[in-house]
């Protein structure tokens, strides 16, 4: 602490200088040398971090410009050239202590990252270490080593702030003679530009301070020092910084089952715990506590029940496990608990379940993700059924769950994390609904064995023609039909491949069950047909889908009638016509009844044809296109029916 705020004295000392030479004559500094002697400006105003900020010094270089040409018309070459010269030796000592700060708090920054790594790992080795006493061992040696790191880095940055801040007054202390000198012979010369320079000073002043407020910041946010301590049977590590003290309960001593940690230790509130500590099956921890989630009690192997004082701002107890506030965010479940989250529970916090010694975990039907690292370590979860309200899974949210051999994943779960199931049992198998989900996509792509009904699906490949409704292809082509399989036994897929046309009641086999997955079919007459293409797996499951195409002819008979019901003693006119316009008609009719047809027109040109049916019955009416260019004939058939 005595070196902590020997260093705030130190940073302030700073500040107070750079405000004394911005007070008494730091507009100097920005006289634009390119004006003067046409060489670089120089720059001594702190980089800008924001729009704002550039906007200012923009305006503040832009007032500093009209003051140096003031100063240009007033005084001699000479003087501006020393003017030059002071401003250089300014921004140098300012550009010297700023390098030195930076530097400092770089070293602060890395000291820091580098204790809490060591930390870290002794805490991992204490929580796998075979007994207390090897554990508390363990983390001695790292407090000691880290807090002789933490020494030595500021050693370091103490001598480093020394010299640098006598360099720094040294440049400061010559520029400010040299500028004594010049004002005192430029007095009579200035007067009218005072006001001008007065606020420029002002405006640099500032500048300077807000940049050294920054600097005193990093290093605050940066500077921590750790201690433990021993209350009776209760150990702490006390964490000091320039912003305050605070406390973690790392350990309990004593012989006790169940304990209550202490809000204070030392007057110093317990902010957070790392409890790794055998023996202790109930903890109930204070109104202090801020921080937490399972990794807190990571090691804890005999805890049943986390109770959390009432006063606690941010969590509170629900059977036994932390929830927040609200009760709606799971934060852990100790480690020796069988506990079920309640319906209600909405999200699970990272690493809620870690560590968990439970085989099966029951999923609230509310619960809307599984967040990140939710249920890694739970060496014991063999499966696990994740309800229909998820749609993510976050990444290793299931990590080292080395029994874990069966998950069940719904279609709803749209997003799927990295390594989700990293270090599970070899066996694993993710269980589906179908699959068309990005479960499926993950484990094809993650190589996981599925389980999920097998589906099958069909490709259509031929020369089609345009047909607003149907997939339409040319008469006389085949179509290659392709047959698709997905989930089953996800191996030994065989196909059989039928089709019919339209109406029909009997379909023709193109293929058996083969591993073939494609064939050709040339349907031989115009019309609407229906395929159908079934996949067995090896477990002789079988899914089959359907697919119509629509086989039209080249010549296309586009004949109508003008009626589908009549009257006995009426007439029907029949309107020939074809896509070809080189082309004659024949037209037949008869009773459906009868196998004879009678003929109304031969082939001819003529294009309307009247039939007037003799009595009342069902008919059929059936138009001839003949296409005078290659002679193909193309029928079309109409029902008639005729009442009293």
């Not at 980089?47 to 900020?53: F, I, K, M, S, Y």
């Not at 109104?287 to 990571?298: G, M, Q, R």
């Not at 496990?321 to 079920?340: H, T, Y």
């Not at 609904?433 to 094809?444: G, L, P, S, W």
């Amino acid at each position: 602490m005595k070196s902590s705020k020997k260093f705030m004295t130190r940073i302030l000392t700073a500040a107070l200088a750079l405000s004394m030479v911005a007070g008494t004559g730091i507009c100097a500094a920005a006289v634009d040398e390119e004006e003067i002697i046409s060489e670089e400006p120089v720059v001594i105003a702190p980089a800008p971090e924001d729009e704002n900020e550039t906007s200012k010094l923009a305006a503040f270089k832009e007032k500093l410009e009209e003051t140096a040409q003031s100063l240009y018309e007033k005084f001699s070459q000479t003087k501006l050239a020393q003017l030059v010269e002071i401003a250089q030796k300014i921004a140098a000592s300012q550009k010297i202590l700023a390098d030195t700060y930076s530097e400092a708090a770089d070293m602060q920054t890395t000291a820091a990252q580098q204790i809490a790594e060591i930390m870290e790992e002794a805490q991992k080795q204490a929580a796998e270490a075979e007994d207390e006493e090897t554990a508390a061992q363990i983390m001695a040696a790292a407090q000691e080593q880290t807090a002789q790191m933490a020494e030595e880095v500021q050693a370091q940055v103490e001598q480093m702030l020394t010299e640098a801040e006598q360099t720094s007054a040294a440049l400061l202390a010559e520029a400010t003679g040299q500028l004594e000198e010049i004002k005192a012979e430029a007095k009579g010369k200035v007067a009218e530009i005072a006001q001008q320079l007065s606020q420029a000073a002002e405006q640099a002043e500032a500048q300077a301070k807000e940049f050294v407020a920054k600097v005193i910041e990093a290093f605050i946010s940066r500077t921590t020092k750790y201690e433990t301590v021993t209350d009776g049977d209760y150990v702490y590590r006390i964490a000091y910084s320039i912003k305050g003290v605070s406390a973690a309960f790392i350990d309990y001593t004593g012989g006790e089952e169940d304990i209550t940690v202490p809000a204070y230790i030392n007057g110093i509130p317990v902010e957070c715990i790392m409890f790794a500590t055998k023996g202790v099956t109930s903890i109930t921890i204070p109104e202090t506590i801020k921080p937490l989630d399972a990794v807190s009690f990571a090691g804890a192997e005999d805890l049943e029940n986390i109770y959390v004082d009432d006063a606690n701002p941010y969590y509170k107890s629900i059977d036994g496990a932390v929830f927040d506030k609200s009760g709606s965010v799971l934060i852990a479940v100790p480690m020796a608990k069988e506990f079920n989250a309640p319906e209600g529970t909405l999200f699970f916090a990272p690493y809620c379940y870690a560590y968990s010694r439970m085989s099966e975990i029951k999923l609230p039907s509310t619960l809307a993700n599984i967040v990140d690292y939710t249920f890694v370590k739970c060496e014991n979860l063999e499966s696990i059924d994740i309800p229909e309200s998820v749609q993510g899974i976050g990444t290793e949210a299931f990590k080292d769950c080395y029994s874990l051999k069966k998950v069940h994943i719904p279609a709803s779960v749209e997003t799927m994390g990295e390594d989700v199931f990293t270090g599970c049992d070899v066996d694993l198998v993710i269980e589906l609904d179908t699959v068309d989900c990005q479960a499926y996509i993950y484990a094809k792509t993650h190589e996981i064995p599925i389980k999920c009904p097998l589906t099958a699906s069909v490709g259509l490949e031929t020369e089609f023609v345009e047909d607003e409704e149907y997939s339409a292809m040319p008469l006389g082509l085949p179509v290659k039909v392709t047959g698709y399989a997905e989930g089953g036994s996800d191996e030994g897929y065989k196909y059989a491949f039928y089709y019919r046309k339209a109406g029909d009641t009997k379909w023709s086999c193109k293929q058996s069950f083969k591993e073939n997955d494609s064939v050709d079919i040339t349907p031989a007459y115009a019309g609407l047909y229906e395929i159908c293409v079934k996949v067995k797996d090896s477990t002789g499951a079988v899914d089959k889908i359907y697919a119509e195409i629509l086989v039209k002819d080249s010549f296309e008979n586009t004949s109508t009638v003008s009626a589908e019901t009549i009257k006995k003693g009426s007439k029907v006119t029949v309107n020939c016509s074809a896509n070809n316009d080189n082309a004659e008609f024949a037209v037949f009719y008869k009773k459906k009844a009868d196998t004879k047809w009678i003929k109304k027109q031969d082939y001819s040109d003529n294009t309307e044809v009247t039939v007037k049916p003799a009595a009342a019955a069902d008919y059929e009416i059936c138009v001839k296109a003949k296409n005078l260019d290659d002679g193909t004939i193309s029928k079309k058939y109409f029902d008639l029916t005729v009442t009293e």
